[in-house]
């Protein structure tokens, strides 16, 4: 797991497999621990919560997520999420640009 200076972790999947047109990760995150920093990026993105509850904002909208629920997005839209559980898991996988 690689620690980011935002306060979360997260695993990158599938990092052998070369020419792909999407990349997954998986990311924890804890309560309180997280710098909520909005940010942007090219292609689509595609979050599914494993585990916890969390709030993620797209575009300015606001989504209260917990496991089983998933958002697909223009990643272009900045985009942040705030964990409200004492632990989230979720699965987010982003399209390459071309």
Avoid: C, W
């Amino acid at each position: 797991m690689l620690e980011t200076s935002k306060g979360y972790l997260f695993i990158p999947i599938a990092v052998d497999r070369f020419e792909k047109k999407m990349q997954p990760y998986l990311f924890v995150a804890e309560r309180g621990r997280v710098n909520t920093q909005p940010l942007s990026h090219e292609g689509e993105e595609f979050v599914y919560v494993l585990e916890g509850e969390l709030k993620y904002s797209v575009g300015g909208v606001e989504y209260l997520l917990k496991a089983g629920d998933s958002l697909y997005f223009n990643a272009m839209d900045e985009h942040e999420f705030t964990p409200l559980s004492e632990k989230v898991k979720y699965l987010a996988i982003f399209t390459q640009p071309d």
